[in-house]
């Protein structure tokens, strides 16, 4: 390979490149797309897969833009590359905003600085040829889309959302390496073409194309494994949440609280767990109707939500039945947490399809002691809750670990 003939062009150097290596590109890029849309077709719920689809549609266009750049005039040619690469790299920045559940950026933005370019890049065809300008143009637009890219997936700690962080890597870097790569042609012709080196023009030229291969491929795995994270996500939520209140399952629960009682035991810790039963359930859904009771549930859950904090743990028993932990909370702070809750169920109807439902709940309190299991501590608040039941429903109920005394708190 030669560098291109100057002609009327200033001293600039032009990218050259090897039709072989961007076959190759090209054809890695519609194996991709193929894939990403198959996996698209049968999973549309993944955010972000369609719109890393069509980057790497894109892509594919890109290379074929390339490789038939001799038979058609050079304004389209320019204006087919500039466009495809710049529309590759706001696709793939759309894709991450949207597996992050983050609403796009307005898109006439996009549209006009891709336009903007593009006009650029016919002007510096037709009017004032200039190779550089136009290598430099093709590269700025996609590096910072690129980097954006990085910018919005590194988040979420490495060692919680790895993958993430590994196509936010790839991206950053190819992003960067857009940026900087006509300065690595002017290293190799500082002066005008004529004096630059034709055998390091054409390996820098094939190291481009190489790079761009490479970042293509990575970039793909990248798409690939953040579906799989998706999945596995959905698959953990679906065995471990509740669908109707989406709060955790009895399992999942349980597993957590055992967790939590092993800290509290090296910590020498509190740790109060609630058990509370929504009062005569079984009345709203017959009179009302199992929606109705649906809704009531979820209402309460949202409720109860409200004066929980972050790191407090509910979880669905069973029917109208849930469980409550409070880690590093005192029995006075769990009492307290109880009875504001039950105030606030008891002032607070639930709204439903057939009106308003009034609703109470019967709360039982205890608090873990030491050495004793998961299955102990919920059998004792759920012998506070029975208790709260048989003193008329609507109360909260203490009882103690043993050793301790039993306290109960009347309401």
Not at 130 to 148: E, P, T
Not at 204 to 231: C, D, P, R, Y
Request: hydrophobic share 50%.
């Amino acid at each position: 390979m030669a560098p291109v003939p100057s002609g009327n062009r200033p001293p600039v150097l032009a990218f050259v490149h090897s039709p072989t290596l961007v076959t190759l590109a090209g054809l890695l890029a519609a194996l991709v797309t193929s894939v990403l849309y198959a996996v698209w077709y049968f999973n549309k719920n993944i955010p972000g897969l369609r719109l890393w689809m069509l980057s790497f549609l894109s892509a594919s266009v890109f290379c074929a833009s390339l490789l038939v750049r001799d038979y058609v005039p050079e304004w389209v040619s320019v204006m087919l590359t500039q466009s495809t690469i710049a529309a590759a790299a706001y696709l793939c920045f759309l894709g991450s905003r949207a597996y992050l559940g983050r609403e796009h950026p307005p898109h006439a933005v996009a549209v006009a600085v891709i336009v903007a370019v593009m006009a650029l890049a016919v002007y510096f065809t037709v009017v004032h040829p200039h190779m550089g300008i136009r290598f430099a143009l093709a590269g700025f637009v996609a590096g910072v889309y690129f980097l954006l890219t990085a910018h919005t997936l590194a988040r979420g700690g490495f060692h919680n959302v790895p993958v993430r962080y590994l196509f936010a890597m790839v991206s950053g870097l190819h992003g960067i390496f857009l940026l900087v790569r006509p300065l690595l042609f002017r290293l190799v012709a500082p002066g005008t073409v004529e004096d630059a080196d034709a055998g390091m023009v054409a390996l820098l030229s094939q190291f481009v194309v190489l790079e761009a291969t490479l970042s293509l491929v990575l970039m793909a795995f990248g798409a690939l494994m953040l579906t799989n994270e998706h999945i596995t996500r959905e698959l953990r939520h679906l065995a471990e949440v509740d669908p109707l209140t989406n709060v955790f399952n009895r399992r999942a629960f349980l597993t957590l609280l055992e967790k939590a009682i092993s800290n509290a035991q090296r910590t020498q810790s509190g740790l109060p767990v609630l058990v509370i039963d929504l009062d005569h359930f079984k009345k709203i859904n017959d009179t009302w109707g199992h929606q109705s009771g649906d809704e009531v549930l979820r209402h309460f859950v949202a409720l109860a939500n409200g004066c929980l904090r972050k790191e407090d743990v509910m979880g669905r028993l069973g029917g109208e039945e849930f469980a409550i932990f409070l880690p590093n909370a005192s029995t006075e702070g769990s009492q307290a947490v109880a009875e504001r809750l039950r105030a606030l169920v008891a002032h607070h109807p639930a709204m439903t399809g057939c009106g308003p439902i009034a609703l109470t709940v019967s709360i039982g309190v205890t608090q873990y002691g030491g050495g004793e299991t998961s299955d102990l501590v919920l059998q004792r608040a759920d012998e506070a809750m029975y208790r709260a039941k048989e003193q008329g429903r609507n109360r909260v109920e203490t009882l103690s670990p043993p050793g301790t005394g039993v306290g109960v708190l009347l309401v």
